[in-house]
């Protein structure tokens, strides 16, 4: 159930309504908008009556919701959610790119590609320290040197640091070094982490599972938001199909749908949605005109000797020109993409 307040109404009104709420078994969760304060009510199984939370002083109108994802839904926060993580924006009038390496592979590799694509425009980077590979023989990543090399370009460069967790053992190493931590498709139904990650509080980047449908990854953002974190972005990151030419198929259908059904934010990841390089600047500026509220994208100085996805990784020129050409699609629906820098060239 949504209990919707009135616009004036008092602190010790909404407070009783919360302490009626908690005495009929549920378990309530607050959003305070610009306007008005909305009540997400959770938990209770009793047959409740609308009517008779309608006549609580304060309320102005109170909703039965039959979609299971009661925090995630747009009725929870209609004005939708705004999620800021160091000097990135995302759900705001921004569109704010992702760009870094698949993999952190040393110093030198992290800081030549952070360098030049916090000069085309990026305001995050991205970049693996513990891979989750197909085979085990794969390269794994570099652990917490690689965080702390993620830290320390992020720094220098004004950007905020994304890396992907794996299991809820690595989360205290995470927070101490990255701003959003990013759950891979892999894990989007890995419930006991999405619970651990409910109880802190920092943004986390939920990619949509390569089988899963647009319920299920908000059911799997509903997990992570009853634990009382509600700063999660949603990615849209491809899907597995009978289509064999490119990696995955990016569903960018699932933008506009997720705006429909959900105030929370969501991106696009058209590097492993399509997993080759000559198909990633395309769907990223598609994602851009069907309203996506940012773009993750991978990065390499030197993709054919990447450690881990080069076939799908833009060289940097190729980056700064897809940046140009994203600022001209977001004005024309009414959004901005963050302009290029200088930096003063850094000692590796």
Same mark, same amino acid.
């Given at each position: ?6 616009? +004036? ?34 938990? *209770?199984? $009793? ?19 039959? &979609? ?11 004005? =939708?959610?705004?999620?800021? $993580? %160091?000097?990135?924006?995302? %759900? %705001? ?40 590979? &197909? ?5 794994? =990543?570099?652990?917490? +040197? ?11 460069? !004004? ?9 809820? #053992? ?38 949509? =599972?390569? *089988?899963? #449908? ?7 953002? +509903?997990?992570?938001? $009853?634990? =009382?974190?509600? !700063? ?11 289509? #064999? ?43 851009? $005109? ?13 993709? +054919? ?5 080069? *076939? ?32 003063? *060239?850094?000692?590796?």
């Amino acid at each position: 159930m949504i209990v919707v307040m009135q616009p +004036e109404a008092s602190e010790a009104q909404i407070q009783s309504v919360i302490d009626h709420l908690v005495n009929l078994g549920f378990d309530i969760h607050r959003s305070t908008g610009v306007e008005r304060t909305v009540l997400g009510c959770v938990g *209770a199984t $009793a047959n409740i009556d609308v009517r008779d939370v309608e006549v609580l002083e304060g309320v102005a109108e109170a909703h039965r919701i039959s &979609s299971p994802y009661k925090l995630a839904g747009r009725s929870f926060r209609p004005e =939708g959610t705004i999620i800021k $993580a %160091g000097p990135l924006t995302i %759900g %705001g009038d921004e569109i704010p790119i992702i760009a870094g390496p698949c993999s952190i592979e040393s110093r030198e590799q992290l800081f030549a590609v952070a360098e030049q694509v916090a000069a085309a425009g990026a305001r995050g980077l991205r970049g693996g320290a513990f891979k989750p590979r &197909s085979s085990p023989y794969s390269f794994q =990543g570099m652990g917490e +040197e690689g965080l702390k090399l993620l830290r320390e370009a992020c720094d220098h460069y !004004e950007m905020a640091a994304v890396s992907e967790v794996m299991s809820e #053992t690595q989360i205290p190493l995470m927070l101490q070094y990255v701003d959003i931590l990013q759950v891979g498709a892999r894990n989007m139904q890995n419930f006991n982490l999405l619970r651990e990650l409910g109880k802190i509080r920092k943004p986390i980047l939920l990619k949509r =599972g390569i *089988a899963a #449908t647009i319920e299920e990854l908000l059911l799997s953002a +509903e997990y992570i938001m $009853a634990g =009382g974190n509600y !700063e999660v972005i949603l990615c849209e990151r491809g899907i597995r199909t009978f289509e #064999t030419y490119t990696r995955n198929t990016l569903d960018l259908s699932a933008i506009p749908v997720v705006h429909k059904l959900s105030h929370l934010p969501i991106i696009a990841d058209p590097s492993h949605g399509t997993g080759r390089r000559d198909k990633v600047p395309p769907m990223a500026r598609a994602a851009v $005109a069907a309203g996506g509220d940012g773009v993750i994208m991978e990065v390499h100085c030197n993709p +054919e000797k990447a450690l881990s996805d080069g *076939a799908q990784s833009l060289y940097p020129q190729q980056f700064t020109k897809l940046m140009e050409e994203l600022r001209l699609i977001a004005t024309a629906v009414n959004k901005r993409v963050a302009p290029a820098r200088a930096f003063a *060239a850094q000692q590796r």
